[in-house]
């Protein structure tokens, strides 16, 4: 319709419908609406007998019967979303008005295939900067760009981003296929944006940030920032992620993080710290085999050197 987005807003959701209620309202209330918000049920004990947003005109939710992670849970929408433009958006975030156009605008140019958002911290005060994308340091440890910058100090015009940050960001369903396909399931939740980002870069797409797309944001609500489930998962994918996308220093910087890391917390007497990270070092080398032939297919593909694509990444 010609008062309607021509785009498609993906919410994953996991026992945590009220938050996610307010996220799809975020996403309705913009002007224009998007063509169809999609609430993804990632599996979720609280809602199921049906999910509240089923409620809301414009809304559709598709119902996962396990939680299979952002990654599988993004994937779904993914494949049930129509048209070419899908907005992933956190449950825990509010699209600012104005922001799904700002957001969208930029996929009309040649080779932009992800437009990632002004993300704010949410009920700062001074307001602090949550993410303008993602970067990745040179032992592959990937971070928010900009994390907790004042916003008035911020001074970063749109332009090319390392990274995407799927808490808030539009991507062209052309350039996911065309990069391999959407996110890899196996990491479940955290680096897959990074990884889908590298993929895309290898194949000469651009990922744009857009500093008019505002997006209000609860950090790790749904996950919770500094659980041992969080910095498992952290510690395993950023060694998954090093080894698929990785050069050989990049690669040996970041099992040398790894390791010296796990020595230092046991002389500090934290052996769940070094635990952590010993099992991130076990599971990437018995699944070194795994992972170098995912290495082999981003070669396969790629149109852009893999130094390009880490030329300028920031020491840790």
């Known amino acids: ?53 089923a409620a809301l005109p414009g809304v559709r939710v598709v119902r996962l019967p396990t939680n299979v992670g952002f990654a599988g ?3 779904a929408g993914m494949a049930a979303a129509a048209g070419d433009a899908i907005v992933l958006l956190n449950n825990d975030a509010r699209l600012e008005p104005g922001a799904l156009a700002a957001l969208v605008a930029p996929l009309a140019e040649p080779r932009v295939g992800a437009v990632t958002a002004l993300i704010l911290l949410d009920g700062t005060d001074p307001v602090l900067v949550n993410s303008t994308g993602g970067e990745v340091t040179r032992s592959a440890n990937g ?16 332009g090319p981003a390392p990274a995407f940050s799927g808490g808030a960001v539009v991507l062209s369903r052309q350039a996911v296929e065309d ?21 895309l870069r290898r194949r000469g797409w651009e990922i744009r940030y857009e500093p ?6 609860r950090h790790a609500h749904s996950s919770h920032a ?3 489930f969080f910095l498992r998962l952290n510690e395993r994918n950023r060694l998954r992620f090093a080894v698929t996308h990785g050069s050989t220093g990049v690669i ?10 796990a020595i230092s917390r046991l002389l500090r007497g934290d052996p769940k710290g070094a635990s952590r990270r010993l099992g991130a070092l076990a599971h990437a080398i018995s699944h070194l085999r795994e992972l170098s032939r995912a290495r082999r297919a981003v070669a396969r593909r790629a149109t852009v050197p893999l130094r390009r694509v880490w030329s300028g990444a920031p020491r840790d």
């Open 252 to 261: 040996l910087r970041a099992f040398w993080r790894t390791f010296g890391g």
């Open 226 to 228: 500094g659980s041992d």
């Open 179 to 199: 990069a391999g396909g959407p996110f890899d399931e196996l990491l479940f939740m955290y680096y897959e944006d990074t990884e889908l980002s590298w993929r």
């Open 1 to 53: 319709m010609d008062d309607q987005l021509d785009a498609t807003v993906v919410i994953v959701d996991w026992n945590e419908p009220e938050v996610t209620l307010e996220a799809a309202r975020s996403a309705l209330g913009q002007e224009p609406p998007p063509r169809e918000v999609l609430v993804v049920d990632n599996g979720s004990e609280r809602t199921a007998g049906g999910h509240p947003a």
């Open 143 to 158: 971070r928010d760009r900009d994390w907790r910058r004042p916003l008035a100090a911020l001074d970063r015009p749109a």
């Open 73 to 75: 849970g993004a994937n």
């Open 212 to 217: 008019r797309a505002v997006v209000r944001h």
